[in-house]
């Protein structure tokens, strides 16, 4: 299934250094996953190499913390800090032999000949020994290996600890989720189509697609096989976007209104902006904000794309001041900064790249946000406080030290039929892999 085409590579089109590079850019250069595979699989010129390189990529970035204690179990003395290349490569390795259905030989051996690619010819036969101890002794390395749940479940050990104590009876499935690839899910765009008109398109042109209409989203359309999007009927036209349906229930529930000014004050790429002007037939008079110029300009892409009016600017959230005209909002919706921590499915660098240091920033960050937008909110109105996180810090204790400091405010009950909560802790969260969906946490607010 994972296999690379067979016809002879240049060095350029060896998906498997190609993948080595952009784990090497994630790891060691401390680059997003998402800028660096885009450059680094466009020299791909094959489509079956660019599927096979990214998913060795997501698959050992995914994996690499039982990777690297499985290869800590076979080296006799740890590598030099200049050797990361090495160390990578091994870890590459390893994901081929225990998670990919490569024969194992062509997995050792193609592995191994890249190191002559990082000019490293003494790496040849530590790296062809290390493999195929590995393949001989595999059972006992899993077994000494698996006991700590950090390295069995392959995320930071901080982070088992905080999932473990929030969710004693789910983290397990948590973080087995995390661990597994997401589905690629749609939103159909009412002011060009029908989902019913765009499923019937989907089964007679791509059948092996297997569309579905999302169990959670009017609008939703789950698609069981990934596919580059911009070949579907209706991309150019702005017929749909890709939104995961978790992300689709900011829409409904903020039940945008014709005539209604409401602010998305966390705005880029516009995933959200563009499904409230959907949803009010463009007749909401969206104000989108935006911290990131760069960011802002992939939001005017989308607005542009998907025909949805909307007026865009860049300003910080926490300081409205700035760029405020004095006009209440009926309406706010705060898709807050956070850990992103129920979308490492996607993202798998965010288990590398977040610390703990992070989330108390993060955690400030929003209160903050909160306390300076809660004003510029009409009396009657409503805030849709948002997250694409699973860490209580940012999501339900974050809400009760808001309704606890904020006496205009209450939260509106929410009987949707996803998603957890219950009457000690606001909002409602949706853990990753509920119904195919990301983790998410939303709050729906009222002010009195
Ligand atoms: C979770 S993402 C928003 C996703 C977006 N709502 C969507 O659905 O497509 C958060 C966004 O907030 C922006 N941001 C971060 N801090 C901000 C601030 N202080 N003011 C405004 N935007 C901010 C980030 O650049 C990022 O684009």
Redesign the pocket.
């Known amino acids: 299934m994972n296999h690379a085409s067979n016809a002879p590579k240049t060095k350029s089109q060896n998906p498997r250094l190609v993948a080595l590079r952009i784990c090497l850019a994630v790891v060691q250069n401390g680059r997003s996953l998402s800028q660096a595979l885009g450059e680094g699989l466009a020299v791909l010129t094959d489509r079956r190499d660019r599927g096979f390189a990214q998913n060795l990529v997501l698959g050992t970035l995914r994996w690499q913390l039982r990777l690297e204690a499985i290869r800590d179990q076979l080296l006799s003395k740890p590598l030099k800090a200049k050797d990361e290349d090495v160390n990578q490569l091994i870890l590459l390795g390893l994901y081929q032999l225990i998670y990919l259905d490569t024969p194992q030989h062509a997995a050792v051996s193609e592995t191994v000949a890249l190191t002559a690619a990082l000019k490293k010819p003494w790496a040849k036969a530590l790296l062809n020994g290390l493999l195929r101890n590995f393949i001989r002794d595999a059972e006992s390395l899993f077994a000494a290996v698996d006991v700590k749940p950090a390295f069995a479940y392959s995320h930071p050990q901080w982070f088992t600890k905080k999932i473990r104590e929030a969710y004693p009876n789910d983290w397990q499935s948590i973080l087995t989720a995390n661990n597994e690839p997401a589905p690629l899910t749609l939103r159909i765009n009412p002011l060009v189509q029908s989902r019913e008109s765009f499923l019937a398109s989907l089964h007679a042109e791509h059948p092996e697609l297997n569309a579905l209409a999302h169990p959670f989203s009017a609008q939703g359309i789950l698609l069981e096989q990934s596919t580059d999007v911009s070949q579907l009927p209706y991309f150019e036209q702005g017929g749909f976007s890709v939104?995961d349906g978790a992300?689709q229930q900011?829409g409904y529930l903020l039940n945008p209104q014709a005539g209604e000014r409401i602010l998305?004050?966390?705005?880029?790429?516009?995933?959200?902006?563009t499904?409230l002007g959907e949803l009010s037939n463009n007749q909401a008079r969206i104000f989108a904000?935006?911290?990131?110029p760069e960011?802002l300009e992939r939001?005017q892409e989308n607005l542009a794309r998907l025909g949805i009016t909307a007026t865009a600017q860049t300003?910080?959230?926490?300081?409205p001041d700035t760029w405020w005209d004095g006009e209440l909002f009926d309406k706010i919706?705060l898709?807050?900064?956070?850990s992103?921590t129920g979308i490492i499915r996607r993202h798998p660098d965010i288990k590398w790249h977040r610390t703990p240091e992070d989330i108390s920033a993060l955690t400030q960050?929003q209160a903050n946000?909160l306390a300076a937008l809660w004003p510029l909110l009409k009396p009657g109105g409503q805030m849709l406080y948002?997250?694409?996180s699973v860490l209580p810090d940012e999501n339900t204790e974050q809400m009760q030290s808001f309704l606890a400091k904020e006496p205009s405010a209450s939260q509106v009950p929410m009987t949707q039929n996803w998603g957890r909560g219950d009457a000690q802790h606001p909002g409602k969260q949706i853990l990753p892999g509920e119904a195919g969906m990301d983790g998410f946490y939303y709050c729906l607010l009222q002010k009195s």
Do not use: F, V
């Open positions: 939104q992300a900011a998305d004050a966390c705005a880029a790429p516009g995933g959200k902006t499904h904000l935006e911290k990131e960011r939001l300003g910080d959230a926490s300081l919706l898709d807050a900064p956070c992103a960050l946000i948002a997250t694409c």
